[in-house]
C-alpha cells in the first residue's frame, strides 16, 4: 500500500530557500578566504619591495662610498677636477662603474635624472674618455643606481665648513667630504657622509708623480691637449 502524501508527511529533500541560505553563507565564507589571502599577499609583496628597495640603497650607497673615497685630482695643467653643485658630480675615480673594467681612471658623473616612466633616480655615467673638454657627455656607460628618488642634494664640506657647490679649478683641492641626502618614496629620508682620502702637501694641492695634463700617478695621454 502506498503511503499517502500530506502536509505532515516527512520532507526527503532541500526546499528552495534552504538551498539559496546554503549558497549565499558558501559564498560568504569563500570571500572571507578570499579577502584574507589577497591581504596576505599584498603584505608579503610589500614587504619583498621594501626589502628590494633597501637593498638597492645599501648598493648604490656603497657604490657612492667607494667611488667617492677612491677620488684622485686628476688635473688640467695645474688645475684640479672635482666639479659639484646641489644635483650633480664629476670627478675622477679609480672604481670602475663594471667590475671586469680594471686598471685605470675613470670619468664618474653623478647625477639626479628620471626613467622611462618619469620617475626620479640616482644615476652614474661613466667614460674612459679623459679629454673632457672636448666630448663632455661622450659617455660609455649608464646605470641606475637607486630608484624612485624624490629629491636628491650634494653638500660638499671643507673641515667643519659646508658649499653648496665645488670647483677644483678654483680651489685647487678636492673636498674633505660629500654628504649626501636621498629622499626616497615609501622610505625615510637618508643622509650619507662620505670622506674623500686624498694625500696632499702643505700647500693643499696634489704633488703627485704626473705628466703634464695628466693623471697622477698614471702614464697616459693630457687630459686637454
Same mark, same amino acid.
Given at each position: 500500500m502506498v503511503p499517502a502524501r500530506g502536509k505532515n508527511a516527512k520532507s526527503t529533500g532541500f526546499t528552495l530557500l534552504e538551498l539559496m541560505v546554503a549558497l549565499l553563507l558558501t559564498s560568504f565564507l569563500a570571500l572571507m578566504v578570499y579577502s584574507a589571502f589577497s591581504l596576505s599577499l599584498r603584505g608579503v609583496r610589500r614587504s619583498q619591495a621594501a626589502a628590494e628597495k633597501m637593498q638597492e640603497l645599501? &648598493? /648604490?650607497?656603497?657604490?657612492?662610498? !667607494?667611488?667617492?673615497?677612491?677620488?684622485?685630482?686628476?688635473?688640467?695643467?695645474?688645475?684640479?677636477?672635482? &666639479? /659639484?653643485?646641489?644635483?650633480?658630480? !664629476?670627478?675622477?675615480?679609480?672604481?670602475?662603474?663594471?667590475?671586469?673594467?680594471?686598471?685605470g681612471a675613470y670619468h664618474w658623473r653623478v647625477i639626479l635624472g628620471q626613467d622611462e616612466a618619469g620617475e626620479g633616480v640616482l644615476a652614474v655615467e661613466e667614460t674612459r674618455n679623459l679629454n673632457w673638454r672636448r666630448d663632455p657627455e661622450g659617455v660609455e656607460i649608464r646605470q641606475i643606481v637607486i630608484h624612485q628618488v624624490t629629491g636628491l642634494r650634494f653638500v660638499y664640506g671643507q673641515g667643519e665648513e659646508e658649499f653648496a657647490s665645488w670647483d677644483g679649478k678654483s680651489t685647487m683641492r678636492l673636498p674633505e667630504w660629500v654628504r649626501v641626502e636621498l629622499n626616497l618614496k615609501g622610505l625615510a629620508s637618508q643622509v650619507l657622509m662620505i670622506p674623500i682620502h686624498v694625500v696632499e702637501t702643505k700647500s693643499q694641492a696634489y704633488k703627485g708623480p704626473r705628466r703634464r695634463g695628466g693623471i697622477p700617478g698614471f702614464p697616459g695621454g693630457p687630459l686637454g691637449e
Open positions: 645599501r &648598493v /648604490g650607497q656603497n657604490l657612492l662610498q !667607494r667611488s667617492l673615497s677612491s677620488a684622485i685630482p686628476g688635473t688640467l695643467d695645474t688645475r684640479i677636477y672635482f &666639479v /659639484g653643485d646641489s644635483q650633480e658630480m !664629476r670627478f675622477f675615480t679609480l672604481l670602475p662603474l663594471e667590475a671586469y673594467n680594471l686598471g
